[in-house]
């Protein structure tokens, strides 16, 4: 290397440095501004004249109905290389029923499983994909997602069915409660209810 490239070459690395040094505000990683300080109590971020004005919205719930469910044989696996343990719990063979004042009809036998996932931190993730069929034999696929902490499990379930006397569950928001039972075979109790603005 000659004298003028290694010149060069020290040049360039000094303006890098100065580069580097003038980018000490700016994420490394996005090439963002580094984030704003924290706000002080009592300030609040967003335009200083804008007021936010209280809701008058009235939510309640509404009972829709209850569903049992048994299942087969659960699996749970060995804990996975970024931590939690995937488990497979199957609908048996004996399915389950459906009561209450908007559905009645059955669990369809051995028609889906959750895989739900028990995460790193204790947090169960609820993943259930089985079919129901009203008394009129409709058939309703529900998607179950949702939480289970502290012996608590919380879903929002979400239907598809055909156009007809069941689409309202398509567009309902509902809530559910899940309650496991061993007793005198293993299954779960599932509560639903309806959001509803009052």
């Not at 360039?12 to 501004?33: D, E, K």
């Not at 959750?114 to 998607?143: C, K, M, P, Q, S």
């Not at 567009?171 to 039972?181: A, C, K, L, N, Y």
Request: hydrophobic share 35%.
């Amino acid at each position: 290397m000659t004298d003028d490239e290694f010149a060069s070459r020290r040049d360039l690395l000094g303006l890098v440095a100065a580069a580097g040094a003038g980018l000490a505000g700016t994420s490394a990683l996005a090439g963002q501004p580094a984030a704003a300080p924290a706000l002080a109590p009592g300030q609040h971020s967003g335009p200083a004249d804008m007021v936010m004005e209280p809701s008058t919205a009235k939510l309640s719930l509404e009972h829709l109905f209850d569903a049992r469910i048994d299942f087969g044989p659960r699996r749970q696996g060995k804990t996975l290389p970024w931590g939690g343990t995937q488990g497979y719990t199957p609908v048996g063979p004996r399915g389950g029923i459906v009561r209450g004042p908007r559905l009645n009809g059955k669990v369809v036998e051995s028609s889906g499983a959750d895989y739900a996932f028990v995460r790193g931190d204790g947090v169960l993730d609820l993943n259930a994909h089985y079919l129901l069929e009203a008394d009129d034999g409709t058939l309703i696929y529900i998607e179950n997602r949702g939480y289970g902490y502290q012996r608590k499990i919380i879903c929002t379930p979400r239907f598809k069915v055909e156009k007809g006397p069941h689409d309202w569950l398509t567009h309902t928001v509902i809530v559910g409660t899940v309650e496991p039972r061993r007793e005198p075979v293993d299954h779960s109790i599932f509560s639903y209810y309806g959001v509803v603005w009052s």
